[in-house]
Antibody, heavy 124, light 111 residues
């Protein structure tokens, strides 16, 4: 069964860091870029970045540059998203997702498999 | 403020047809990047509904269709059903931001 299983909910204080995991199963982990998307309560979706599990290469959204770090452990088919210097507005559900791209163009990424999400609450 | 603009809400009666617009600019949809659509039921992860402007993944009913023209795209839902009540998001790539962007989402209410 193809799935992405994420780690459990976290509660953090402002200024702290959080690391969320996403374990892949049912497909070749190194064959698909892993993206991270977050959703603040009552708000829309926000793309954060991707990691290429094969090479470890990464690309981050400009908004999160310097605060987010994506890593992976290919031996256990798991990707990680670490967000530092947390603020209250980082309270959100964080999703990992994989997919493909349309029209044979790498920039036309879409996401057809999502994890269930990890709620990160930032509160003093 | 989202880079891709969607109406906050739309509604329709069962059996009717509704459309959801997604308006972008010359750095995203207008630049030729494809548009994808997602459905998000309450408390669940988004589900891919349309990819590559007008393609349906396996298992998505043909009541759902997508189109794109110029700097905008649309999602059409025909034969509305109660189970279609959800939030819908468009998504594309933006060259100015060098990243993937989503619309602000549209809440569909089935009356």
């Amino acid at each position: 069964q193809v799935q992405l299983v994420q780690s459990g909910a976290e509660v953090k204080k402002p200024g702290a860091s959080v690391k969320v995991s996403c374990k892949a199963s049912g497909y070749t982990f190194t064959g698909y870029y892993m993206h991270w998307v977050r959703q603040a309560p009552g708000h829309g979706l926000e793309w954060m970045g991707w990691i290429a599990p094969n090479s470890g290469g990464t690309k981050y959204a400009q908004k999160f540059q310097g605060r987010v770090t994506l890593t992976r452990d290919t031996s256990i088919s798991t990707a990680y998203m670490e967000l530092s210097r947390l603020r209250s507005d980082d309270t959100a559900i964080y999703y990992c997702a994989i997919g493909g791209y349309s029209s044979s163009w790498f920039l036309n990424w879409y996401f057809d498999l999502w994890g269930r999400g990890t709620l990160v609450t930032v509160s003093s | 403020q989202s880079v891709l603009t969607q109406p906050p809400s739309v509604s329709g009666a069962p059996g009717q047809r509704v459309t959801i617009s997604c308006t972008g600019s010359s750095s995203n949809i207008g630049a030729g990047y494809d548009v994808h659509w997602y459905q998000q039921l309450p408390g669940t992860a988004p589900k891919l509904l349309i990819y590559g402007n007008n393609n349906r993944p396996s298992g998505v009913p043909d009541r759902f269709s997508g189109s794109k023209s110029g700097t905008s795209a649309s999602l059409a839902i025909t034969g509305l059903q109660a189970e279609d009540e959800a939030d819908y998001y468009c998504q594309s790539y933006d060259s100015s931001l060098s990243g993937w962007v989503f619309g602000g989402g549209t809440k569909l209410t089935v009356l």
